[in-house]
Each structure stands twice: as C-alpha cells, then as structure tokens.
C-alpha cells in the first residue's frame, strides 16, 4: 500500500504556493476588476474610479523581533507596510482596519504603544482606522491590517503594463533596510553575551530607521497627479529589486536590463556594507522591505522625473526573449536572479 506523498512548502516556496492555492480560483461578481496577482484587488463599483484592497499580517518571530523593535514602530510599520502596496497601484490610501492576537505577556500599556504608532501612521498617511478584530494568541503577537484606497479608472498601474522600451525607475535608495537589520542582530548578539553593553546605534540611525519604521512612497503618488504621469506598470519593493523586476518581466511578458552601476546606494548603507564585508550591491538587489517603488515610464514621460531628487533610472524594458539580465560595473551581462527573502 503506497504511501500518501507529504511536500514540503518550502519546496515550493512562497509564489508557487500562491499559484498553487490560488489555482482554479473563479470570480463570481464583476465587481472585480482584479483578483489575485498583483499589490491589491481592484474593485469596480461603478463611475470613474476603482476601489482597490490589499491585507498584510506581521508575526512576531517571523517579521519582527520584540527584543529591538520598539511597539510604537512596530504598529507604525504595520500601517506603512500596507499602504506602500496600495500606492504601488497608483491609488490614494483611505482606510484601514487593524486586527491583533496578543498573549497576557503584553500589558494594556503595551498595547496602548503598538496603537500609538497605528494612529501615528493614519495620520501621516491621512487614512482612517475604520475597525478590525482583537483575539488572543497562545504564542507571540500578530498583526494584520487591511488598507482601502481609490484610484482613478485611467491612472491605475497594475504589475502587467510594461511594454518594451519603457524606463525602469526606482523610487529611492536600496538596501538600507537589510543593511539595518543586520546592525541590529548584531548589537543582539553583543547585548545577549554581555547585558551590561548597550546598543550603539548612533551611526547607523538611518539604516536601523530603514528597517523600523519604513516610509510608504505616497508622495511619488501624488507627484505622478501633479506631474500627469501613469507608470505603465508598478510594483513595491518588499522582497528585493530583483524579485520585484521579476514580477513585473513575468506578468507583463517582457524581459529587462538592469544596470549595477544605476541602483541607487545611500552613503551610510555603502559604508555598513564595507564593515560587513558585503558587497553593497547585493542588499540593493536582495535586500527587501525597503518599501520603495519600482515602476515603469514611457520615454515621453521621462523629461518630467528627468531632475527628481529621488528617483532613479535603473534600467530598461526589452523583449521578453531576451530575459532579465543585469549589467555589472564591470560590464558583463548576467541573468537577474532573485535571492531575496524566502517564507518558508
């Protein structure tokens, strides 16, 4: 008698068990313009605009680290994270709710920061925390959040609108993040041999800010209305440049060039990639949740980002049988792979 076969999920990984999940899915209302596939579902219900939705959760052991990671940033992180994917389909965040499964380790004060964050964050972004759920956890804390926002019919940029020579953008620095994240596991450690040695972060304040407390690329949105630019396809950066590039070449059906030597690198992140020993273009390609936006332009559009401050021209869109390659310092081309971080 033949055994039931038992896979693994991490055989899979995280986007062939979405496809795995997800497959045979079927969409009953026409009210929805956009399931699963992109940043967020689009929703039509009439008029001149879509109404679009986009949940996340973060799990402590999973996503954060309680041992550094303040509450108030974690609850301000948690709103940012979701509305970073509701700018990355050209949309205007409105709403949000927030649900929390919390253990009695966590006191009503605790509590009271983790939502002084959420709150801080419906205020920067202007949306509106509207309800949510509260439960209890037997182990750890988890958040999840559902943001709501709109976008006009004409301006919504879903990740399947490349077309072959549109620019590749990015909306600022890479690799802060991870290059943060690494700072902090390593005063840890530091802290956990020697408890008298407190944490020195006072060089490296905006790399470990990087990683805290993210900032959702609202202000490109608003700058895209000003400025009457649609990107043809867009795409926030949560698992590294690379992966993101690959999202798009995959549901647009086109290829890519990406130039090493374009990414955009902050000072401070090259300098901690030099103390570690890493080379500082592998975070800016594989880093992850620097929640900044890769989008894509028409070469009309360019004079219109041509002096943006924080912008950057990485690449290009090509022929999907060409592939994505990168273009190192040195000028060899490679393909572009993703190395970025994996679930399971």
């Known amino acids: 008698m033949s055994e039931n076969k038992r896979t693994e999920i991490g055989e899979l990984g995280e986007f062939a068990l979405i496809d795995k999940i997800t497959e045979g899915v079927e969409i009953h209302h026409k009210t929805t ?15 001149d605009e879509y109404t679009v939705l986009s949940t996340d959760i973060l799990l402590e052991g999973i996503h954060f680290d309680l041992s550094f990671m303040p509450l108030q940033h ?57 309800g949510g759920d509260t439960t209890s956890s037997r182990q750890g804390l988890c958040i999840s959040v559902t943001a709501v926002g709109r976008v006009k019919k004409d301006k919504i940029a ?19 993040a991870y290059m943060g994240l690494q700072v902090l596991l390593r005063e840890k450690k530091v802290f956990e041999a020697n408890p008298e040695m407190q944490p ?22 608003h700058e895209f209305n000003e400025l009457g630019i649609v990107p043809t396809s867009m795409i926030d950066i949560s698992d590294g440049l690379a992966s993101e590039v690959l999202h798009i070449c995959k549901d647009s059906k086109v290829g890519a060039v990406v130039y090493e030597d374009k990414l955009p690198v902050d000072h401070q992140t090259f300098d901690v990639c030099h103390e570690f020993k890493i080379p500082s273009k592998t975070p800016a390609l594989n880093g992850g949740e620097d929640y900044e936006l890769l989008f894509t332009i028409k070469q009309e559009d360019f004079p219109k980002l041509e002096k943006h401050a924080s912008v950057f021209f990485i690449g290009y869109i090509d022929e999907v049988e060409n592939g994505a390659r990168l273009v190192t310092e040195g000028q060899q081309t490679l393909p572009l792979t993703a190395q970025g971080w994996k679930h399971f």
């Open 33 to 47: 313009a956009k399931g699963i596939g992109d940043d967020a579902a689009v929703f039509d219900y009439g008029g």
């Open 158 to 176: 879903y990740r399947s609108g490349a077309k072959k020579g549109d620019i590749l953008c990015v909306s600022g620095d890479l690799g802060g």
């Open 74 to 130: 974690l609850g301000y992180k948690a709103i940012a994270v979701n509305v970073s994917d509701i700018a990355a389909m050209n949309a205007i965040p409105e709403q949000v709710t927030v649900s929390i499964a919390i253990t009695n380790r966590f006191s009503v004060e605790a509590v009271d920061m983790i939502y002084q964050g959420i709150k801080a964050a419906c205020k920067n972004y202007k949306v509106d925390l509207v």
């Open 200 to 221: 020195n972060l006072d060089d490296y304040q905006y790399i470990a800010g990087r990683q805290l407390r993210p900032e959702a690329r609202t202000d490109i949105i």
